[in-house]
């Protein structure tokens, strides 16, 4: 198994408060993604990263930001949770996304965060 | 804008009733089609990267198959721990990676 890890695995917290979600990997790829899912909509990219410093945005980023300061983590901040952002959040990583070339994505184990 | 369907949404399975799950795309250029098992409260495991038109993968009682619009994930004489839900996502040119729906299959003993 690829070796990525999420913290926390659970969190509940209240509409306002400031969420912050780690994802550390051991592989040392380039690339680090931020995902949502829910039901109905499938895996939903939020932001992603190409290296370190270097992010973009996904299909859903309104209401998240991300950092990456070391190769290795990636953190997902939620400044203002809403309910809205209740959901499973995934961290996955890739070594590349050039064509035929290693380009597959590996996922970590989820987050489930509750916003009362 | 690039865009993954798949059917059935979900299927039941008899022990050993072999059949086949479908994911059509629409992609700007194909870098890669991607499958996925996801087992409930787990995260994505990866199956099978294909990359070009005609080719095939296998792995135990899994073989995925390319065409140009779709790709199909095989099951032959599935056991009750194939259940699981079935991910196809696809890499294109145009944007980042893009995951279908899925498919919920149930394999019954």
């Known amino acids: 198994d690829a070796g990525i890890t999420q913290s926390p695995r659970h969190k509940v917290t209240e509409t306002g408060t400031p969420v912050t979600l780690r994802c550390h990997q051991t592989?040392?790829?380039?690339?680090m993604y931020w995902y949502r899912q829910d039901p109905g909509h499938g895996l939903r990219l939020i932001h992603y990263?190409?290296?370190?410093?270097?992010?973009d945005k996904g299909e859903v980023s309104d209401g998240y930001s991300v950092s990456r300061s070391k190769t290795e983590d990636f953190l997902l901040t939620l400044e203002s949770a809403t309910s809205s952002q209740t959901s499973v959040y995934f961290c996955?990583?890739?070594?590349?996304?050039?064509?035929?070339?290693?380009?597959?994505?590996?996922f970590g184990p989820g987050t489930r965060l509750t916003v009362l | 804008e690039d865009q993954v369907t798949q059917s059935p949404e979900a299927l039941r399975l008899q022990e050993g009733e072999s059949s086949s799950l479908n994911c059509s795309y629409t992609?700007?250029?194909?870098?890669?089609l991607f499958w996925y098992r996801q087992d409930p409260g787990k995260g994505p495991e990866f199956l099978f990267t294909?990359?070009?038109a005609g080719e095939e993968k296998e792995k135990e009682r899994l073989k995925a198959t390319l065409t140009k619009k779709e790709s199909f994930l095989h099951i032959t004489a599935p056991k009750p721990e194939d259940s699981a839900t079935y991910l196809c996502?696809?890499?294109?040119?145009?944007?980042?990676?893009?995951f279908g729906p899925g498919t919920r299959l149930s394999v019954l003993p």
């Open positions: 294909l990359y070009s």
């Open positions: 592989e040392n790829h380039r690339y």
């Open positions: 996955a990583i890739s070594e590349s996304q050039l064509a035929g070339d290693d380009n597959e994505q590996f």
């Open positions: 996502a696809v890499l294109g040119y145009g944007q980042n990676f893009v």
């Open positions: 992609v700007s250029g194909l870098r890669g």
């Open positions: 990263s190409y290296g370190v410093k270097d992010t």
